[in-house]
């Protein structure tokens, strides 16, 4: 394997808040994993916006999907690298755990609220919140009690912070990279939603397939050595055949490009891959594919009016709810005004929110707003 010096030594964990005993067939990182599967967090990720919501169609990747994606990508790459698979799984199957309703408009709603109490709100640390305490599933401990490496990878591998910069991730090693797997799933989740949402994309008839070409490096090369092969097929099956080599060439590049980038590192253990920029990354020539897809989708999905409208919509109904909450806290359940003892108003109430699914926002708001 090509950087197995690297995958991670699950003997080598630093272990969880609550110590416990080993499980007799499982490692530490398959229990986080199944953990975080059988969490309440992650089964609402079935009835929330990915990017096209429910009044829009039913056939759209939703954040469950989209994540079940995420978690397949990793695997591979894990496994075509030699690194821990389940670590990565966990990582993966975790990372949107934390997002509220209706996508990134829900993120942007939310912390525009909290930023009027000189406070924000982030999908990374709501999720850390909700796996360290908001789950209830033991007696013995809050939370899901899960390893130190999965909570670090889950508010590290989109971005890291210096020592002082997030009080709240203080504990998890800032200044340092975290390890290759978590390096891999801000990658992984790239490649999953920009060809996801091509494909969905594509499915609404927001563009054609020529479109994509004229836009898209290696793109047009795809779609002509399919229509070589597939003459007689018709245009949605062929971009379908195109979308499955388009994903390749991403995964494949990322391979290498990690590849690559570890050689002339040349980093030899996790302790190194710490200590070093960021080691995972796409080659060339799959980054700029990876980039002119963003653009690409940027102008002819994410902002087009059936998009921006859902947004404003959904932007509208939080800041409703939210107001109504905070001028009548006795419309919250029982079990999140008991909360008020210890947190404040606007906290719970963004709590609340946030744990909501698209379905039960709008049910909610129907019957206290109309």
């Known amino acids: 394997m090509p950087l197995s010096r690297l995958r ?45 919501g429910e009044r829009l169609s039913d056939h759209f990747r939703n954040r469950l999907t989209h994540t079940i994606e995420v978690a397949q990508i990793s695997r591979t790459l894990a496994a075509a690298l030699g690194l821990d698979e389940d670590f990565t799984e966990a990582l993966a199957l975790g990372h ?25 709100f982030d999908h990374n640390l709501n999720a850390l919140r909700l796996v360290e305490s908001f789950e209830q599933r033991y007696a013995r401990f809050p939370g899901l009690n899960l390893t130190f490496e999965v909570r670090e990878g889950m508010v590290k591998h989109s971005r890291d912070f210096e020592p002082g910069e997030r009080p709240e991730f203080e504990e998890f090693l800032p200044g340092l990279r975290p390890p290759l797997e978590a390096q891999l799933i801000d990658l992984a989740d790239e490649v999953a939603y920009n060809t996801a949402d091509l494909d969905d994309g594509y499915s609404a008839g927001l563009f054609s397939m020529e479109e994509i070409a004229a836009a898209v490096p290696h793109y047009g090369e795809l779609a002509e050595e399919i229509e070589a092969q597939f003459p007689a097929a018709a245009e949605k099956v062929r971009f379908q055949e195109v979308l499955r080599r388009l994903i390749d060439l991403l995964v494949s590049g990322l391979i290498q490009g990690t590849t690559d980038n570890v050689v002339q590192s040349g980093a030899r253990s996790v302790a190194e891959v710490r200590r070093l920029p960021r080691l995972a990354g796409l080659t060339a020539g799959a980054g700029e594919t990876n980039r002119a897809l963003k653009q690409f989708l940027f102008l002819h999905v994410y902002s087009t009016p059936p998009l921006l409208e859902e947004r404003q919509h959904a932007c509208d109904g939080i800041a409703a709810l939210f107001t109504l909450y905070m001028e009548h806290p006795d419309e919250l359940p029982e079990w999140q005004r008991e909360r008020l003892g210890e947190l404040p108003l606007h906290r719970v109430v963004c709590d609340y929110i946030a744990g909501m699914t698209d379905g039960f926002f709008r049910r909610t708001r129907a019957r206290l707003l109309g």
């Open 96 to 120: 949107d755990i934390g997002h509220p309703p209706f996508a990134h408009a829900g993120e942007e709603a939310l912390n525009r609220q909290m930023q009027a109490f000189g406070e924000s």
């Open 8 to 52: 991670y030594p699950v003997e080598a964990l630093r272990g969880r808040r609550y110590p416990e005993h080993p499980h007799p067939y499982r490692n530490e990182f398959q229990r986080d994993r199944d953990r975080i599967v059988h969490a309440r967090a992650f089964r609402r990720l079935e009835d929330k916006t990915q990017v096209f």
